[in-house]
């Protein structure tokens, strides 16, 4: 018997009625599930059609059943065909020699999407900046970066932490989306000696209005916005 995909069940991206933000999230979202739930979802399918046609071959001499086996592998590759339809807009990894057209979704370095604004753009994305021609959409993983005085973070952000040489602050971003994500870890051991301290920037953390200061070493510590205030994970 065939296995069926699951349809998307997201808000799929509209780029003449959606609104530049709620589209790069309805992208963000669909490619997310895309890499999540289409991949293996596909192969599954492309399995379960496989065995399809082995069925559909070693019984078609039973015209009854070669129907049934047919009308099932017409199911499953409707589904595909939908799928593959939602996710039309994504274009692969990002190619300096490919003239892009307007609303085509990539990826791009570190985990960064984009989709392009303008037909035939002739810019390249830059690492989590919207430009002209390319409009960020978000990232996709976390981005993995060592710092070791004042930073301030984006979305995603993994920040491997050394204070050995003294304390310093990192900044949470200061217009968060629902779900954003930012991390900090001790790579250094030494929080307890100089304390990091997370600056809200105008949120709340764990409902608090004030800074939060980590002071024990060889923590790690992932904080996610939900219902406007920054939660500890």
């Given at each position: 018997?065939?296995?069926l ?10 780029r003449?009625?959606?609104t530049k933000?709620a ?18 979802g ?5 399995e379960?059609?496989n ?50 057209p307007?609303?085509?979704s990539v990826s791009f ?29 978000g ?26 040489i003294?304390?310093?602050t990192?900044?949470?971003?200061l217009?968060p989306s ?14 307890s000696?100089?304390p990091l ?7 709340t953390i ?7 200061i ?20």
């Open positions: 018997m065939a296995v995909l699951p349809l998307y069940t997201g808000i799929v991206p509209n003449q009625t959606d933000e589209f790069a999230q309805n992208v963000y979202d669909m490619f997310v599930w895309t890499s999540d739930s289409f991949a293996s596909f192969n599954t399918a492309a379960s059609v065995a399809d046609i082995t069925t559909v071959t070693n019984l078609k001499d039973t015209t009854l059943q070669y129907k049934n086996d047919t009308q099932t592998l017409k199911d499953d590759v409707t589904v595909m065909r939908d799928i593959v339809l939602d996710a039309s807009n994504y274009m692969g990894d990002y190619d300096s020699t490919v003239a892009y307007s609303g085509a370095t570190d985990g960064y999407i984009y989709h392009s604004k303008h037909d035939n753009n002739t810019t390249s994305p830059t690492a989590g900046v919207s430009t002209t021609d390319w409009y960020f959409a990232r996709k993983e976390f981005v993995y970066t060592t710092q070791t005085s004042n930073y301030t973070a984006q979305n995603m952000d993994f920040i491997y932490c050394d204070t050995s003294g304390s310093f990192v900044t949470l971003p217009s629902a779900n954003d994500k930012v991390a900090v870890m001790d790579i250094s051991a030494s929080f000696t100089n301290s997370i600056a809200r920037n105008g949120n764990m409902g608090l209005v004030e800074d939060m980590i002071d024990t070493d060889n923590i790690s510590v992932e904080l996610i916005f939900v219902n406007n205030d920054w939660r500890i994970k």
